[in-house]
C-alpha cells in the first residue's frame, strides 16, 4: 500500500507548516492566548487565505475538496503549533455536519462563509450527565408549526463563546438514552434565548456552558428523528483528526525533550548521555511511531460506509492514540523535570492538549470496552 503524499498533498503540508512557523511561534501563542477571545482573528484570516477552512467541502462550493488526508495533513500541523484557533469545531465538526446531514441549498450558502472567514461554528452536545454517551441527550426539541424550538443545556462545548452558529443534538421522541429519536439542529448563536457562559479549557483553549429557553432552530440536519448515525459518523471523522493532532503535538514534544537531553547538564556532561534517559527517549519514539501509523489508519477508515466496521477502526484508534499521548507526555514532563512544569516553557502545554485530546469523545479506557462489545477490531468468524 503506498502511504505517499501526492505532489499537492506535499504542498498543502510545506504551506500550513510554513505558516505556522513563521506566525505561531510558543510566545506568539502565549499573547494570542492573553486575548479576550482566546485564538488569532488574524492566523484565522491567514487560514483563509490559504485555502484551509474551505477543506473539506466541494470546490463547487468554495472549498478545496480535500478528504481524511488533507485533514490529517492540517490538523498534524496545527498539533505540533498548539494552535488555538477554531479549526477543529468550525470545519472538522461543523463541516461534517454540513457535508452530511445538511440540504444542498444550505450547505451552498454556508460553506464559501467558512472558506472565507466569516462564519465559526461549534458542536453544543455534552450534557451533565451524559459523560461520552453521544446518544445521552437531555435537550429537547418540539415541533412548533414548520419548525422545532429547543430547550435544555449544553456543556462545554468548545468555542462555543465565539461560534455564530451551533449545532445542537435535541430530543424528539423517547428516553435520555434512547438512540433514536435525537435530532440535529442548527442555531443562531445570538437568537434569543441563548444564553452562554464562556471560560478557559486546561488546555489553554476556549469553551462555553449554553442554555437554551425557547430556541428557534434554523434548519435540520439529516432526520430529526433519527439522528444519531450522522452525529457518530461527523464525530469518528473528528477523532480521526483528533489522531492527526495528537501526533503534530507528540512529535513536537519529542523534539523538545530531545533537544534537552542534549543541552541539559549534570555532573559535567549532558544528561542524554546517560543510557537510562536514552532509553525512555527511544521508547516516546515507539509510541510516536505507533501513533503516527495509526492516524493513518485512522484517515483511511473515516470515510469507510459501513457505520460498524468504521466505528471498530475509530474506537482502536482512540485507544492507541491515547494510551501513547498520554506515556509520551509523561515522559517529556518527567525527562525535563521541573521545568517541564512551568507555564513557560511549551512542553507542558503539549501535554496539557494530549491530555484533552485523550479525553475528547471518550478516553481510551472507554473505547477499549466499546472495542471489546463489538467483538475486538477483527470480529472472530
Keep these: 500500500m503506498d502511504f505517499e503524499l501526492s505532489e499537492e498533498q506535499r504542498l498543502l503540508q510545506d504551506s500550513v507548516k510554513r505558516l505556522l512557523a513563521d506566525r505561531y511561534g510558543f510566545e506568539q501563542r502565549r499573547a494570542i492566548a492573553a486575548t479576550p477571545g482566546g485564538w488569532g482573528r488574524e492566523i484565522w484570516a491567514a487560514f483563509a487565505e490559504l485555502g484551509i477552512l474551505g477543506l ?44 452530511h446531514g445538511a440540504e444542498p441549498a444550505l450547505r451552498a450558502e454556508l460553506a464559501p462563509c467558512i472558506a472565507e472567514g466569516a462564519l465559526l461554528l461549534a458542536f453544543a452536545q455534552t450534557e451533565p450527565q451524559s459523560r461520552y454517551d453521544l446518544g445521552d441527550v437531555a435537550t429537547t426539541a418540539r415541533r412548533d408549526g414548520e419548525g422545532w424550538v429547543i430547550e435544555g443545556r449544553k456543556g462545554v462545548v468548545l468555542h462555543g463563546d465565539s461560534a455564530d452558529k451551533l449545532v445542537v443534538t435535541a430530543r424528539t421522541a423517547g428516553e435520555t438514552r434512547d438512540r433514536r429519536g435525537v435530532g440535529v439542529f442548527l442555531v ?8 452562554r ?22 434548519a435540520v440536519l439529516g432526520d430529526p428523528e433519527d439522528g444519531l448515525p450522522l452525529v457518530e ?96 507526555g509523561q515522559e517529556a514532563i518527567q525527562l525535563h523535570g521541573g521545568i517541564g512544569m512551568t507555564m513557560e516553557y511549551a512542553v507542558g502545554h503539549y501535554f496539557a492538549r494530549l491530555t484533552a485530546i485523550d479525553a475528547l469523545f471518550g478516553d481510551a ?4 470496552r466499546q472495542l471489546s462489545d463489538a467483538g475486538g477490531l477483527v470480529p472472530a468468524g
Design 365 to 368: 479506557e472507554r473505547h477499549l
Design 56 to 99: 473539506p467541502f466541494a470546490e463547487e462550493e468554495g472549498g478545496f475538496g480535500g478528504g481524511p488526508v488533507e485533514t490529517m495533513i492540517v490538523m498534524e500541523a496545527l498539533g505540533g503549533a498548539l494552535a488555538l484557533e477554531p479549526y477543529l469545531t468550525t470545519v472538522v465538526l461543523g463541516g461534517g455536519f454540513l457535508r
Design 233 to 328: 459518523r461527523v464525530v469518528d471523522e473528528t477523532i480521526a483528526a483528533l489522531a492527526a493532532e495528537a501526533v503534530g503535538a507528540m512529535e513536537a514534544a519529542h523534539a523538545l525533550t530531545l533537544d534537552y537531553l542534549k543541552t541539559r547538564r549534570q555532573f559535567g556532561t549532558a544528561i542524554g548521555s546517560f543510557q537510562a534517559l536514552q532509553h525512555r527517549a527511544a521508547d516516546m519514539m515507539v509510541h510516536l511511531e505507533q501513533t503516527r501509523s495509526m492516524a493513518m489508519y485512522a484517515a483511511m477508515m473515516a470515510g469507510e460506509e459501513d457505520a460498524a466496521e468504521r466505528r471498530r477502526a475509530i474506537h482502536a484508534v482512540k485507544v492507541q492514540v491515547g494510551r501513547a499521548a498520554r506515556k509520551l
Design 197 to 218: 457562559q464562556p471560560y478557559r479549557t486546561m488546555d489553554g483553549g476556549r469553551a462555553a456552558e449554553i442554555h437554551f429557553s425557547g430556541v428557534r432552530a434554523e
Design 188 to 195: 443562531d448563536a445570538g437568537a434569543e434565548g441563548v444564553s
